[in-house]
T-cell receptor, first 111, second 115 residues
Framework: ELKVEQNPLFLSMQEGKNYTIYCNYSTTSDRLYWYRQDPGKSLESLFVLLSNGAVKQEGRLMASLDTKARLSTLHITAAVHDLSATYFCAVDWKGTDKLIFGTGTRLQVFP | GAVVSQHPSWVICKSGTSVKIECRSLDFQATTMFWYRQFPKQSLMLMATSNEGSKATYEQGVEKDKFLINHASLTLSTLTVTSAHPEDSSFYIC???????????FGEGSRLTVL
């Protein structure tokens, strides 16, 4: 069974600070996603990481993937209030058609 | 990008009634769709995989007689919550996989409240 864990579960940080969210998964996978979810809304796709060493950046967010360590990170640079949301990583379960979600990280950015 | 639409967005029903939620891929065909359930402040849990033209595959612990899934065409999957109870109240999200890229697109979600 594929398990996907995120750390931390909740993060409160001041505007302007940096922080990293970690996503660990338990079995081999070829594809990892990062999503953002605002309260009461569905998912917004942020990044798709397809290979070992992949790094993608969009604005203040940067995602990376280490398939050997089964680890992905989402780095936040100089956080702003608009980044407040819940962030999920999700992993394609190799050999199946399924996408399994991590536990989620609720981010709160305050002035 | 590809669009997946869910309907209704929000439904409130009485205990014991059945509720149907639709998931449509608007500009692509999807042989496989997925249904997720999300309780407040929790992650998305995969309920079942919906396959066009065949029976759905349910995850462990999901009652197939309670959550009826029909994938009638390449653009439509429906989830019917039968004899709904308050504990079925949740946010239900569908997704469809785009053939070729394999990327998954999500619907807007349907919030079910059972009184």
């Amino acid at each position: 069974e594929l398990k996907v864990e995120q750390n931390p579960l909740f993060l409160s940080m001041q505007e302007g600070k940096n922080y990293t969210i970690y996503c660990n998964y338990s079995t081999t996978s070829d594809r990892l996603y990062w999503y953002r979810q605002d309260p009461g809304k569905s998912l917004e796709s942020l990044f798709v990481l397809l290979s070992n060493g992949a790094v993608k950046q969009e604005g203040r967010l940067m995602a990376s993937l280490d398939t050997k360590a089964r680890l992905s990170t989402l780095h936040i640079t100089a956080a702003v209030h608009d980044l407040s949301a819940t962030y999920f990583c999700a992993v394609d379960w190799k050999g199946t058609d399924k996408l399994i979600f991590g536990t989620g990280t609720r981010l709160q950015v305050f002035p | 990008g590809a669009v997946v639409s869910q309907h209704p967005s929000w439904v409130i029903c009485k205990s014991g009634t059945s509720v149907k939620i639709e998931c449509r891929s608007l500009d692509f065909q999807a042989t496989t769709m997925f249904w997720y359930r999300q309780f407040p402040k929790q992650s998305l849990m995969l309920m079942a995989t919906s396959n066009e033209g065949s029976k759905a595959t349910y995850e462990q612990g999901v009652e197939k007689d309670k959550f009826l899934i029909n994938h009638a065409s390449l653009t439509l999957s429906t989830l019917t919550v039968t004899s709904a109870h308050p504990e079925d109240s949740s946010f239900y999200i569908c997704s469809a996989r785009l053939q070729g890229t394999g990327e998954l697109f999500f619907g807007e979600g349907s919030r079910l409240t059972v009184l």
